[in-house]
């Protein structure tokens, strides 16, 4: 069976860890509003607080990033009534099927995790093991509703290819073509966002640097200042995207450019070319500025009323439900456990 057998689904994840940044906006939900909007796919759009428990969560501060991440969903055009919007512990069938994972997936996958090993650093004796286990959870959100199509950002590409290697096994191992082998959406000019002092590194939360990142909740004064010190050569702008190869500080403005006004990098350059970077810093910060704050002035207006969040993301997980449950059902029977509740 091939995934056109499978209804055209996009499922995506961001964990409710706080500090959202400029990244999880082009990388993520930018694109998430696109695909809700191209009309093509049912979409489900999970908020994985299961996920951010693997490391330490204060309980109130994830209660109210939980409700932050929903309106910056909703904020962005994420429209509740079209797409799919819901927190991950509300649906336990999520907890379900990963544990049915954990017994497909290999350690050895689990021990070759880039994140990992990031995360768990030299420390991992001390590491929980649910951060270990944290690609068994995500092959288990994805595969719940059979999604086709998953949008993330670069960094999660090696995780979307367990969740395939999750879906080949478990078929193989029980002689079905149950699980679709999903397709990794990792598209546009800002998969990988970098960080405004070092184009090399990815665009973090966790940088110790604030003046690497552009926060969701920046204001203006503080998005201009920080494009305005941003790390680039000192060479003015090309008319090809293609000389920006070596210069990656260079070349991450460009795409935050491309990416913020939806266009493509080519088009950009041909506009810029021969531009100094006092030119085109503060041009790139007063778009920022204009698509960026309406999304903070809105999020502010969903946060004032918290019962209309919940509610919402009510909705949603009994939708959820009722996508997973029978899939999660029939994944028990393949398995061989009996099932005689009625
Ligand atoms: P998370 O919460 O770290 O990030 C959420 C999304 O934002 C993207 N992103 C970026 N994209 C471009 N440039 C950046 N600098 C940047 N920083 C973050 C990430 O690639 C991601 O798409 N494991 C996932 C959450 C998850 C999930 C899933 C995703 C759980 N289950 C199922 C897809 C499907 C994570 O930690 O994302």
Redesign the pocket.
């Given at each position: 069976m091939t995934n056109a057998a499978f209804t055209p689904r996009v499922?995506?994840?961001?964990?409710p860890?706080g500090g959202l940044?400029l990244?999880?906006y082009?990388?993520?939900l930018k694109r998430f509003v696109d695909m809700q909007d191209a009309g093509k796919y049912d979409c489900v759009y999970?908020l994985?607080d299961l996920?951010a428990i693997t490391v330490w969560q204060e309980p109130e501060k994830l209660r109210a990033n939980t409700r932050e991440l929903a309106a910056f969903f909703i904020a962005c055009g994420i429209d509740p009534e079209k797409s799919i919007l819901f927190n991950q512990s509300q649906v336990p069938a999520h907890s379900q099927l990963a544990w049915i994972f954990n017994t497909v997936a290999r350690m050895g996958w689990m021990g070759r995790m880039t994140q990992w090993k990031d995360k768990a650093g030299k420390n991992s004796e001390n590491a929980s093991l649910g951060l270990f286990a944290?690609p068994a959870?995500?092959a288990a959100?994805?595969l719940l509703y059979h999604a086709t199509h998953?949008p993330?950002?670069?960094?999660?590409k090696q995780?979307l290819e367990l969740t395939r290697d999750v879906a080949a096994k478990f078929n193989h191992d029980y002689g079905v073509d149950f699980f679709p082998i999903t397709e990794p959406v990792i598209e546009g000019p800002?998969?990988?966002?970098?960080s405004l002092r070092d184009g090399t590194k990815?665009?973090?939360k966790s940088d110790p640097s604030d003046m690497s990142r552009i926060n969701m909740s920046d204001d203006a004064d503080k998005i201009a200042q920080k494009f305005r010190k941003a790390r680039t050569d000192s060479e003015p702008l090309p008319g090809n995207y293609d000389e920006l190869k070596e210069r990656p500080a260079a070349r991450n403005l460009v795409d935050i450019f491309a990416a913020l006004s939806g266009r493509t990098q080519a088009d950009i350059m041909t506009e810029v070319e021969g531009m100094q970077w006092g030119t085109f810093k503060p041009l790139l910060a007063d778009l920022a500025v204009d698509k960026l704050s309406p999304i903070s002035t809105e999020m502010t207006r969903l946060l004032s009323d918290p019962a209309e969040i919940d509610r919402i993301l009510g909705k949603g997980a009994d939708r959820a439900d009722s996508i997973a449950t029978p899939i999660l059902e029939k994944t028990y029977e393949l398995v061989g456990m009996v099932s005689s509740r009625g």
């Open positions: 499922f995506s994840g961001i964990q860890s940044t990244g999880n082009l990388g993520a999970c994985v996920h944290y959870l995500m959100d994805i998953v993330v950002g670069e960094d999660q995780h800002a998969t990988r966002v970098m990815k665009m973090s």
